[in-house]
């Protein structure tokens, strides 16, 4: 289960609102035992292969081959857990699926793969939109942090998201070309039906994962400026969940120890 955390601040008026939330250790040491590790290692994934490779891999040889192949990574970075929590989070509070985690994509492991970070689809009282999020995990004493800025910073990449339709078509063609036979079929077939009444009919999430004391000036600025001019249709929010003092550097190592029975 992952908490919904104590609120922070909240800021704006929709189409653009922010909000910060704050988790304890014990809420993050739940978090990264439960779906931040299974999202991290893409446990439903390797299950997944599992179950095709049923009457495949029939020797005890082939059986150790396979759970090799499938093993986690000696690796991970504390920005990829970082994007879990977040994908978690929004999973379980903004009632959104992301049915196709980037890990699958990748051509070897560790790599960072371009187009936004978080691609699903979400429930609203109208019913199934698209929703595009992008994720920072900064534990710069700066706020904003500077992930927020530059070519490849959150500020860009929301702006690019709400105002350039072809990267939003981009990201329509990319979630399509997984979604025939899917158990989300029907989930994309009517976020699909929003979307090409209204190319700009999606939700944005642009999210910060924090280990520095609460402040809203990581958001205040941008729910501002992303709310002028925003298209009909677009909704924008940005979370700040701030963690324990100095988490970020562990995350990582935390996300391993799940997967050795160390826990955290």
Known sequence: ??????????????????????????????????????????E?????????LVGVAETSFEQKQLAQALAAPEGVENWRVGEAIAEAYLSEHRSCLFP????????????????????????????????????????EAKYPPGAVYGRTGLKQQLEDLRDRENIRNDLFRYLGHRAKNATWQDRFKAASKRYLNNTSDVQLFGVLVRDVE???????????KLGN????GTKVELLALYLPADAIGSLAAQALATQEGGGT
């Not at 439903?44 to 095709?52: F, M, P, S, T, W």
């Not at 001019?229 to 009909?232: E, K, L, N, Q, V």
């Open 1 to 42: 289960m992952i908490a919904v955390g104590t609120e922070c601040y909240s800021h704006g008026a929709s189409p653009s609102t922010g909000t910060g939330r704050s988790w304890n250790d014990d809420e993050l040491g739940t978090a990264i035992n439960g779906q931040v590790s299974a999202l991290v290692f893409d």
């Open 44 to 52: 439903q994934g390797k299950a997944d292969i599992e179950q095709l």
């Open 100 to 139: 196709w985690p980037d890990g699958r994509d990748e051509r070897k492991s560790g790599s960072s793969l371009p187009g936004a970070d978080l691609v699903g689809i979400k429930q609203d009282e109208q019913g199934s939109r698209f929703v595009f999020g992008e994720v920072k995990t900064s534990g």
């Open 214 to 224: 609460p402040h809203v000036d990581d958001v205040r600025v941008r729910v501002d």
């Open 229 to 232: 001019g925003c298209p009909a």
